[in-house]
């Protein structure tokens, strides 16, 4: 493996663990996105939101975090894939999320598995296009 391929590599996992790392602070997470991102989310194999654009992005992840306590997320394998300036990146995430219903907190589970197709732009990796899988939900009152 080349040292290019390794280099990009390591700055693949850079974007998708700063994404993490801001937890729900959804407008500074926008930098990893290119403007005309396409991301898609499904709970189960239902597609619950297809987004096009990252105004639209943030708007809509703005809206389903706001309520929103607290948060927790934790990334686990990752399998990267380089071809010159495009790749592809597939992970998994486990998201821990505090919320209120019927007046109480409580946690929602979320393990997620993101298949993520990322281009270079500007010298940066961005975030093309996302498939976002919640695969498995479990909610418990805290």
């Known amino acids: 493996m080349s040292l290019e ?23 500074a997470q926008m930098v990893y996105f290119t403007e005309d991102v396409h991301v898609m989310v499904y709970m189960g194999d239902k597609l619950t939101m297809d987004i096009h654009g990252r105004e ?14 607290a948060s927790h997320h ?9 071809e010159g300036d495009t790749a592809t990146d597939v992970h998994y995430c486990r ?13 929602s589970d979320n393990y997620i598995r993101y298949t993520d197709k990322l ?12 498939e ?5 939900t479990k909610k418990q009152t805290i």
Do not use: Y
């Open 5 to 27: 391929i390794l280099e990009a590599k390591e700055a693949i996992r850079e974007v998708i663990d700063g994404f993490a790392n801001m937890e729900c602070n959804v407008p």
């Open 56 to 69: 639209t992005l943030e708007k809509q992840f703005s809206a389903f975090t706001g309520g929103i306590k």
């Open 74 to 82: 934790q990334n686990g394998q990752q399998v990267i894939t380089v």
């Open 95 to 107: 998201a821990a999320l505090v919320m209120e219903e019927n007046g109480q907190e409580v946690v």
């Open 119 to 130: 281009v270079k732009q500007g010298g940066k990796w961005l975030i093309k296009e996302r």
């Open 132 to 136: 976002q899988h919640f695969v498995i």
